[in-house]
């Protein structure tokens, strides 16, 4: 049995830094210790902040941060960045601009790194989402490495995603190309004190208005700005608060997490078949074997996967 670190409950950072760890590097306990959290999760409201490289993604999520911290609320938040080549760490681990928070017992900052996977999150983002609401932080932040083709992934797990652009960038092309549209719940053109900011927030309002009369939520588009007084930063949050009543006085906020519960219980199930799968594979033996005999095109991957299907059922009766 696993036991959580002594702290972990009575809000010791440290502690929740542990469990992350734990978790993060898929130790032997990390299963049992997510167990254990499951029944005390489901409280806080989870953001997610997406957008192209250099859109200003973290000094606008250190200025939200600032803003819910003066409404005396706790804020974890999870800025996922690109994997070192070398090392396979977060590259940009070191989130200068959220040092300001380094103190700040209502605030906790992870840094994790892609470690290769596609769609602009780690792996475990899920689960140290599930840490972080089980230690009751009110508000967790998830900040994507950016958006591109396959870097949607924030949608299945935020509550809210806030989509960043910047102008002058040709993010309005790029927003329709990478699907943006579907998956902003809100929209923030930062840097709005540069050329452009009022062009910009012009095109994507009038994107918002081709769509379909079906669509109930409508994003709005709001104007920030990071530097001296922080302009729409109170707005920004605002916004987000409208969304979550909107999600909740509609019933889509309970129905989204039950469905988004499904389908994490499949995910598991594939990762847990796929580990059974990989532990055949990487053991000498009959599916090493076969999977040479499909190297050599002696027999189609169709036969084998099912031949190897039929091995590890068998295996576990």
């Known amino acids: 049995m696993a036991d959580l670190p002594q702290g972990f409950w009575s809000g010791e950072q440290r502690s929740l830094a542990r469990v992350i760890s734990l978790v993060e590097n898929e130790m032997p306990e990390k299963d049992e210790i997510l167990r254990k959290l499951y029944q005390h ?18 000094s606008l999520v250190d200025s939200i941060i600032r803003e819910i911290r003066r409404r005396k609320q706790t804020v974890g938040v999870i800025a996922v960045d690109p994997s070192s080549p070398f090392t396979g760490g977060a590259f940009l681990g070191d ?10 017992d209502g605030v906790f900052v992870r840094s994790m790194a892609t470690r290769g996977s596609l769609g602009g999150l780690a792996k475990t983002t899920k689960e140290v989402v599930k840490v972080m609401d089980a230690f009751g932080m009110d508000w967790i932040i998830i ?48 840097k709005c004190d540069m050329p452009g900011a009022d062009t910009l927030a012009l095109e994507v309002n009038l994107m918002l208005d081709m769509q379909d009369d079906h669509i109930k939520w409508r ?3 709001l104007k920030t700005a990071t530097i001296n007084r922080g ?3 109170e707005e920004l949050l605002g916004a987000i608060e409208t969304h979550r009543d909107y999600l909740k006085e509609k019933g889509f906020f309970e129905a989204r997490r039950k469905e988004r519960t499904k389908n994490e219980t499949l995910d598991i199930v594939n990762y847990q078949w796929q580990r059974l799968v990989r532990k055949q594979v990487d053991s000498p033996g009959r599916v090493k074997d076969l999977l040479d ?16 299907i039929e091995w590890v059922i068998a295996d576990l009766k």
């Open 41 to 58: 999760t489901g409280r806080s409201y989870i953001l997610g902040f997406t957008g192209s490289p250099g859109a200003g993604k973290s």
């Open 95 to 104: 989130r200068i601009r959220m040092n300001e928070h380094a103190l700040d």
């Open 143 to 190: 900040e994507t490495v950016g958006v591109g083709q396959s870097e949607l992934d924030i949608m299945y797990i935020a509550d809210s995603t806030i989509v960043v652009l910047t102008p002058g960038a040709g993010d309005s092309i790029q927003s329709m190309k990478a699907g943006i549209m579907e998956i902003a719940d809100v929209f923030a053109i930062n």
């Open 219 to 221: 994003p709005p588009v």
């Open 231 to 233: 302009e729409g930063i």
């Open 293 to 308: 005999k499909v190297a050599s095109m002696e027999v189609d991957p169709y036969t084998a996967s099912s031949k190897i």
